[in-house]
């Protein structure tokens, strides 16, 4: 029997999800939500989606609806999983899984209380280049990890609650770093706990269009000594720079999905879209040939598809967003105290 799902958002990530579940076996996208009617018509249109619908509660409460992705704004996160659980259906929800640890406490709770199926959908930990790095960790092939380093920038977000922080619970941190912290509790293994950050974050460029960090670093210690340092930025040209480093005492490894690609051209006349975050379609473009599947998306879709439909929990649940979430405070403790801040 296929599992029915019910997609929450018509925007950029459920956009994503959509083209990470085209290859998954098993699923049918029966529903969509949206809170403008002719986003939900466009994007059921696009996918070909039987029912879209501007309300929450009819969306998830559909009796063929098995599992509900979550791909709104940071804000509505609570209340779409408060929504999800009490129609007792599996729930994913895209990153950060809240604006704070506290919010992001509260909806595990409720879908512990309520019983049902939870994952936390970062896409990072499902990319295959970072799942191989993973696999050589395991085998020995770099020894004992000892310290890490990502990136992630591009020269801002696409959607305007991004850059309004009540909304997003904060800047480019809150946006990126969510990936980093959750890749560093990877690659070391979750019971390496993450104990205490330093973190620096300031507003250089984008002063006009919010007032949360435009650029970030963080340094996290974890309980074994190793140490990852993230760097963000929203105000990098050039579209979407993700990279990683893993250092170990026997070898390291390196991650490059966006600008080590294997396609190179050079176009005056514009190649349309080339990669996420893109800011030119001319001259020397390096698009991505298959971008879900690189971000980690097709991967992603397929474990959660899979893991409901043999009612088992997926390997990132709502407890690692909580996990995340508890790091970031941590963060931006450290930002304003500009000293090393413990991980509660």
């Not at 992001?104 to 409720?110: G, I, K, P, Y």
């Not at 801002?156 to 480019?172: C, K, V």
């Not at 030119?280 to 439909?309: I, K, L, T």
């Amino acid at each position: 029997m296929a599992v029915g799902i019910a997609v929450l958002g018509s925007g950029f990530v459920s956009e994503f999800y959509m083209k990470g579940l085209e290859e998954v076996p098993g699923q049918r996208v029966v529903a969509n939500y949206s809170r403008s009617a002719d986003r939900a018509r466009a994007f059921a249109e696009k996918w070909g989606v039987p029912h879209p619908t501007t309300d929450m509660a009819e969306a998830v409460g559909r009796p063929d609806v098995d599992l509900v992705l979550i791909g709104l704004p940071n804000f509505v996160h609570l209340p779409a999983t408060r929504a999800a659980v009490t129609a007792k259906k599996a729930v994913v929800c895209t990153k950060p899984l809240a604006r704070t640890s506290a919010e992001a406490s509260t909806m595990l709770r409720l879908v512990e209380e309520a019983g049902v199926f939870h994952g936390y959908a970062e896409t990072e930990v499902f990319s295959p280049a970072v799942m191989r790095v993973r696999q050589m960790i395991e085998t020995g092939a770099l020894g004992r990890v000892c310290t890490m380093r990502s990136r992630e920038a591009h020269s801002g977000p696409h959607a305007p609650h991004f850059w309004t922080p009540e909304q997003s619970g904060g800047g480019a941190l809150m946006d990126m770093g969510c990936h980093m912290i959750e890749a560093f509790r990877y690659f070391l293994g979750k019971e390496d706990r993450p104990v205490e950050c330093v973190a620096w974050g300031d507003l250089l460029v984008h002063r006009e269009r919010t007032s949360a960090e435009d650029n970030a670093v963080a340094m996290i210690r974890f309980a074994s000594g190793a140490t990852g340092v993230a760097e963000v930025s929203w105000t990098a040209l050039g579209g979407l720079d993700l990279r990683n480093e893993v250092y170990g005492d026997r070898g390291a490894a390196f991650t490059d999905v966006t600008r080590g690609t294997p396609v190179r051209a050079f176009t005056q006349g514009g190649t349309g879209y080339v990669l996420e975050k893109a800011d030119a379609d001319s001259g020397w473009v390096f698009p991505v040939p298959d971008e879900a599947r690189v971000y980690g998306y097709h991967e992603q879709m397929r474990h959660f598809v899979e893991c409901v439909a043999v009612g088992r929990m997926p390997r990132e649940t709502y407890a690692d967003g909580v996990a995340v979430n508890r790091v970031l405070d941590a963060c931006y403790r450290s930002i304003r105290s500009k000293r090393w801040e413990p991980v509660e």
